[in-house]
């Protein structure tokens, strides 16, 4: 009998020694995102400190609770794959991605790993989801009508400048959104009576020279969403404005660094609303059970600086109309 006692508190003892490597094992098996940008991580960094911040709010710390890879594509989306593959291979929990390319590259990899995205235009013609309200499969997030924004624009430019005839946008080639964005754009403008110039985007050094050709021939140009874009931003603003060309954005950042205006959602606010939506799955809420939802506020901000550098008078009720207005 003491032989026996002796053996078993000895395995106890020995039980409770590896107790606590046992549970610090656990505590490090912590839930992985896999966030993939689309732009790069300064051009998108208010975007994603919104996310962070409301992850945090809802109790999931990097480092402490949660861990985070993230990726950034630069507007060259056929990284993409490769990408998603990589987060694959790590057996994230759920992976962040925004941008119908990014989107789509995520679903085609993988039908097992939640799929959120922050932002994605028109998911239903784009076959990322089955209906915004059932979307089926492992996809889920918030979505844009394109069409409704760029019917918006156009009526906005031609508050702007009545007597417009001609107006261009940037068309990135191979992004399924900037297509149907595109024609949205060219449906409205036809119905107005105002004729589109396309300009045909597929790398960042043909923005410049794409922008300087426009000039005299058109009398705005539109700038859609689109991560390449967000990331030579600087570059499309100083352009523009080398050429005297007032231009309308979809997203207030381009704005805030020179742009002349913009119309479109508050995109941090998606940001945050994806961060909740990602809490919901990592507590086991299936994406296939979370409808697709949209915006329901949009926000017109100007530049007032670029209004005075193009010589422009914008008229009172569209400055009344503005949101925000950048002094």
Do not use: C
């Amino acid at each position: 009998m003491d032989i026996q006692r002796r053996e078993f508190t000895a395995a106890l003892a020995g039980m409770m020694a590896a107790w606590p490597l046992v549970v610090t094992a656990q505590q490090t098996r912590r839930p992985t995102i896999g966030l993939l940008g689309g732009a790069t991580r300064e051009a998108q960094a208010l975007w994603t400190a919104a996310f962070v911040q409301r992850l945090q709010e809802l109790g999931w710390t990097e480092g402490r609770t949660v861990h985070m890879m993230d990726r950034w594509v630069e507007g060259r989306f056929e990284r993409s794959p490769e990408i998603i593959a990589e987060f694959v291979r790590h057996k994230v929990n759920v992976i962040v991605t925004h941008s119908t390319p990014n989107v789509l590259a995520a679903k085609n990899t993988t039908s097992e790993i939640p799929i959120v995205f922050p932002s994605a235009g028109d998911p239903v013609a784009n076959g990322i989801v089955s209906s915004l309200a059932r979307p089926g499969g492992n996809v889920t997030g918030l979505s844009v009508r394109s069409a409704d924004l760029t019917h918006k624009m156009v009526e906005l430019l031609r508050d702007l400048l009545p007597n417009i005839r001609r107006l261009g946008i940037l068309y990135h080639v191979g992004n399924p959104i900037s297509l149907l964005q595109t024609r949205g754009v060219q449906s409205a403008a036809d119905k107005s009576g105002v004729y589109v110039d396309i300009l045909e985007i597929r790398k960042a050094e043909d923005l410049a020279p794409a922008i300087e050709a426009l000039k005299g021939h058109v009398d705005a140009l539109i700038v859609p969403s689109e991560p390449l874009y967000n990331a030579n931003r600087i570059q499309i603003n100083a352009s523009a404005l080398k050429v005297k060309l007032p231009t309308i954005y979809f997203d207030r950042v381009y704005v805030e660094t020179g742009g002349l205006m913009s119309y479109g959602p508050k995109w941090p606010s998606m940001w945050r609303r994806t961060a909740e939506l990602v809490d919901k799955i990592l507590n086991g809420v299936k994406p296939a059970d979370i409808p697709v939802e949209q915006p329901r506020t949009f926000e017109l901000v100007i530049n007032l600086k670029t209004v005075k550098a193009l010589g422009l008078n914008i008229p009172r009720i569209l400055l009344a109309r503005a949101d925000h207005l950048v002094e």
